[in-house]
């Protein structure tokens, strides 16, 4: 089973530290665009959206995979 890391502030270079892992990279991007969703739910509770910024998706190599944009994951099929 491949693991996948996120990252949200893209500002700087990637981090890896603590994957998870998923059966595929849907599952992966599922969990990404759910992630997502709290955040901007979250931030929207606090009168402070932060939807600039997106959560970085990449395999166990460290290689970025896709990108989930928090301005966007209400139109994101989950």
Same mark, same amino acid.
């Given at each position: 089973?491949?693991?996948?890391? =996120?990252? +949200?502030? @893209?500002?700087?270079?990637?981090?890896?530290?603590?994957?998870? =892992? =998923?059966?595929?990279?849907? *599952?992966?991007?599922?969990? #990404?665009?759910?992630?997502?969703?709290?955040?901007?739910? #979250?931030?929207?509770?606090?009168?402070?959206?932060? +939807?600039?910024?997106?959560?970085? @998706?990449?395999? *166990?190599?460290?290689?970025?995979? +896709?990108?989930?944009? @928090?301005?966007?994951?209400?139109?994101?099929?989950?």
């Amino acid at each position: 089973m491949p693991r996948f890391y =996120f990252q +949200l502030n @893209l500002d700087e270079p990637l981090r890896y530290e603590d994957g998870q =892992f =998923f059966n595929s990279v849907e *599952e992966a991007r599922q969990e #990404a665009v759910r992630t997502a969703r709290e955040m901007v739910a #979250a931030s929207a509770a606090e009168r402070q959206p932060e +939807l600039n910024k997106r959560i970085m @998706l990449a395999d *166990e190599n460290g290689n970025p995979v +896709l990108a989930v944009p @928090l301005c966007v994951v209400s139109r994101i099929k989950a």
